[in-house]
């Protein structure tokens, strides 16, 4: 038996949509846990989820007939869509929740082409206001990418993606879209 070799073999299935879904979540789960700078792990979980939203639609054109087609079909917007109507033949992006994938997108856009901007608000206050305190006067000047940002929004965003998921995801695929993969270890006694 001495003699004998064991032949160990590892192989690791590694999902990075999956990954990204995760560090979308854990971002907005801290935004939400920690108010100071929540603005800004809410943005950044947002950023990964619409990076979530491109890699997942790779993986589900990966799975549908037509794959090359749809892959090299130009622009990461038409890409996605075109993908997404291949896998779900009622989805409609200017409703729920395909609505939010436009939204994520071109938030990624916005974010990865930024441009400055300049804000303004102009309000006619009466001078009995002014003796009041100044401060309290309620101001919008937040950018289209800043509005975009809300609890509220982020969290109608994953409800959405969950349910894109569900309507897009075959079960009869290998794995479940969002495992982050596994290693697994063979051995055989030779």
Known sequence: MADKKVIQTRKRIVKPHATIANIS??????????????????MAGLV?????????STVVAQNLPNTYDLLAIPGTKERVKAIFKAADS???????????????LSFRDNMAHPKEENLREE????????TDDIDSIPWNLRT?????CTPENSLQ??????EIMSRTW????????????????????D
Not at 157 to 162: E, F, G, L, P, S
């Open 157 to 162: 965003v994953r409800q959405d993606i969950a």
């Open 170 to 189: 075959n079960c009869d695929w290998d794995s479940h879209a969002l495992d982050p993969g596994m290693e697994t270890v063979d051995r055989k006694v």
């Open 48 to 56: 990964m989820e619409a990076f979530f939203i491109e890699g997942y």
């Open 123 to 130: 309000k006619i206050i009466s001078v009995g206001e002014l």
């Open 144 to 148: 289209e990418t800043e509005q975009f």
């Open 90 to 104: 009622g989805a409609d992006f200017g409703k729920r929740p395909y609505q939010s994938v436009t939204q994520l």
């Open 25 to 42: 979540y854990h971002l907005d789960k801290h935004a939400r846990e920690y108010p100071r700078g929540s603005q800004l792990f809410r």
